[in-house]
């Protein structure tokens, strides 16, 4: 997929206020060009400021990861079209997926499909009811994804090169989970480098904490948007 690098850095919101979001937004200026917005901003009035991004030309992924009833998920993935967003999450189960798509037909609103959660393991999946590994759950889901007309999937790095056969070379991979080479790991087990994430088949990489915490978030920003620019694409 022929992606410019700096449509490729997508930064997490993951700050608790509008006022927070809209400073940072204004320190990266337009070193950045798209923004995901997650639980924390959504239920802080972030849904209205997506609106207003959106209208300021930013591209907005809304990490909403929906799952109800299929009506429900429907009328939810009309709205998000109609704010103008351009990826939206719901979980990967087919009834949920299949009234996603239906809903979005004739917008421009990516799906996005999570498969299994990145904090969940095999024993976590058991406990849940789950007769399946993650590895071979997240293979199934994906399949089934791809059947369903899901546009694309968030996975871990690592993830990517296993999902890539599966999905075939027009799905959308989307990646978190990175780290620039020194940056401090937090609570992410599986991280990868920009470039290795690149190099693994992501097409776009999701980046909170290195940005956010930086000293300089826009010269962090720029030199992940340098790093990607620099790695070869599988
Ligand atoms: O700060 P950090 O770079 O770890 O932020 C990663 C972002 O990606 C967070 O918003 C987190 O919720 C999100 N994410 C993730 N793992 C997933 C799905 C989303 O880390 N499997």
Do not use: W
């Not at 939810?76 to 189960?93: M, P």
């Amino acid at each position: 997929m022929k992606l410019d690098a700096r449509e490729r850095l997508i930064v997490a919101l993951d700050v608790p206020s509008v006022a927070e979001a809209e400073a940072l937004v204004a320190r990266l200026g337009e070193t950045v060009s798209f923004y995901k917005i997650g639980y924390q901003l959504a239920f802080a009035g972030g849904i209205d400021f997506a609106r207003v991004l959106a209208g300021a030309g930013k591209r907005i992924f809304l990490d909403l990861k929906l799952h109800d009833i299929g009506n429900t998920v429907a009328r939810g993935v009309e709205s998000v079209a109609r704010l103008g967003a351009s990826f939206l999450t719901v979980h990967a189960y087919p009834q949920t997926m299949h009234a996603a798509v239906d809903a979005r037909k004739g917008s421009p609103l990516r799906l996005l499909a999570v498969t299994v959660l990145t904090s969940y393991d095999d024993a976590d999946l058991a406990a849940a009811g789950y007769d399946f590994t993650v590895s071979e759950l997240v293979g199934e889901r994906a399949a089934q994804a791809r059947d369903v007309g899901i546009d694309g999937l968030v996975c871990s790095g690592e993830e990517a090169a296993l999902l890539r056969p599966i999905i075939g070379a027009d799905m959308v991979l989307v990646t978190p989970g990175i780290r620039p080479a020194g940056a401090a790991a937090g609570d992410q087990k599986r991280i990868m480098t920009p470039a290795a994430a690149i190099g693994a088949g992501a097409d776009h990489l999701v980046v909170g904490r290195p940005i956010l915490a930086a000293a300089d978030p826009k010269a962090a920003a720029g030199a992940i948007i340098a790093e990607i620019a620099g790695a070869a694409p599988s």
